[in-house]
């Protein structure tokens, strides 16, 4: 798994174990991706709707929370930044799982997620 070093290891020796784990730093690095989705056919109200209310069952059940995925009606492709629910990482395995979940639906023409980034840090630079 590729982790994103924030801070330079020096500068992370000179804060203390609880300081890393309020900065989110270090051993308590937490880590997100992008989900991408392009659907078949521009999704209308009903049909985001019903498919918004399936993948956040989804993205729940495994311990995680996603911002984004939304969009102006009829939505073609959208995206959203997924991440651990609580404190914690996503993992490869709940990537993975949810890319099949995604894939599997109907609906979906294509789905792929970003590498796992810092979920806290710079995240959008990278």
Not at 67 to 94: H, K, Y
Request: aromatic share 10%.
């Amino acid at each position: 798994m590729k982790t994103f070093q924030t801070a330079p290891r020096t500068r992370l020796n000179r804060w203390n174990r609880r300081q890393r784990k309020k900065l989110r730093l270090g051993e308590f690095q937490e880590l997100g991706f992008t989900l991408y989705l392009t659907f078949h056919n521009p999704l209308d109200e009903t049909a985001y709707e019903q498919h918004w209310d399936a993948i956040i069952k989804c993205i729940a059940g495994q311990g995680l929370c996603v911002g984004g995925l939304g969009g102006s009606l009829p939505i073609a492709e959208t995206d959203g930044f997924v991440s651990g629910w609580e404190r914690g990482t996503a993992t490869p395995e709940q990537v993975a799982s949810l890319l099949d979940w995604c894939s599997a639906r109907a609906e979906v023409k294509e789905a792929r997620a970003s590498e796992l980034v810092d979920a806290w840090h710079g995240w959008g630079d990278v």
